[in-house]
């Protein structure tokens, strides 16, 4: 049997970067520049006004008070996007709105609560300090400066910032496609009755969800039914632009195991010494790397964490992509098999953890309410409530 660290890095030795790409910005949120973003021009882009108000010569009201107001004739109006050059005489006001341009030779804005808010002749009841609620050009952001780097995330203020500059487009790493394929004849897809016997698809659903949680890009197929030709024939017609093809089912030790059947030349498959998700396979089809996941929903779904998730993110440039690991303090006993690394469901609540549900690998209900994994070593057979355990936050 492998390890469970030996199949995680035959499974990262699989996936693979895509090369760079200039997005739109709407395309990017979340993922990793590729390059540094230099900025084109400077914010802000030119002196311009920080308040509503009006533009003066800073010593021409420099005697103004709530009793001897200054008198100012308004000889500009300037509403935010007026694009003409201006130009204020000593002993006028220019009145101007927020983000509307300075016009030349102003040296202070006098905010419009301290005046009469007149438009022909306006009273200014305060004294103006020179500089007063001016927003110098390039103040924010100098032209030519490095303002976003290569490896991080882009957020949505990343987004405002290269947008601010000008630019339409950023250079990332492009989501990984995985293609998700379920397969079982019992299957049948939510919404549609049941016959006795069959049961309702849950793993691709999940596992897409989980694909795009981790910020890649999912590519659905038709489910399978355990037949080679139906599955082979769907593998051929989706996975031609897949980054990674995610497989659930078919490949434990039964008869109709039909992804063992249908990759037994391309795919390695093994056994991992873990619980739940012993069955696993890994390789690649016509190029694309596969991972064979088992068919069990809470196998699935484990697997997807603890082989696909990290290296998945790592791919798209993310900087520590696994889940956060920590310990925390058992509140009960615990039994696990030896010669297996047990995952259990677990409820994290500060420094402690009570693990949650029975550890089968059918109980989905309980893996649907956890926030973490527990994950107990293979030559614990026991654990004591009060012991520290390892647990992945996956909340
Ligand atoms: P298998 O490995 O194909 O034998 O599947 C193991 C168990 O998981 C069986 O009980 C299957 O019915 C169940 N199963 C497999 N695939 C799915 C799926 N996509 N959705 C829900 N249950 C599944
Ligand atoms: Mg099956």
Known sequence: MRTVEEHQTVVAGLI??????????????????????????????FDNSAMDGYAVVAEDVASATPDAPVRLPVAEDIPAGRTDPLTLKPGTAHRIMTGAPLPTGA?????????????DTVAIRAAAKPGQHIRRAGEDVTAGTAVLHTGQVVTPAALGLAA?????????????????????????????????????????????????????????APMSGDDVDTFRAILAEHARDADLIITTGGVSAGAYEVVKDSLADQVEF??????????????????????????????????????VREPLRAAMGHRGPGRPRRTAVLTENLTSPRGKRQFRRGVLSGDTVTSYGPPASHHLRWLASANCLLEIDEDVTELAAGSPVAVWDLS
């Open 16 to 45: 693979k970067s895509r090369a760079p790409q200039q997005l739109p910005l709407s395309d990017t949120l979340g993922l990793v520049l590729a390059a540094d973003v230099v900025a084109p021009l400077s914010l802000p882009g």
């Open 107 to 119: 040296t202070a804005v006098v905010p419009v609560e301290a005046t009469d808010a007149a438009t």
């Open 164 to 220: 601010a500059l000008g630019l339409a487009e950023l250079t990332v790493l492009p989501r990984q496609r995985v293609l998700v394929m379920s397969t079982g004849t019992e299957l049948v897809a939510p919404g549609s009755p049941l016959q006795p016997g069959q049961i309702y698809e849950s793993n691709a659903v999940m596992l897409s969800a989980a694909i795009r949680d981790a910020g890649a890009e999912v590519l659905a």
């Open 270 to 307: 093994v056994k991992v010494a873990m619980q739940p998700g012993m069955p696993q396979g890994s390789g690649t089809v016509d190029g694309v790397p596969i991972v064979t996941l088992p068919g069990n929903p809470v196998s699935a779904l484990v697997s997807f964490e603890v082989f």
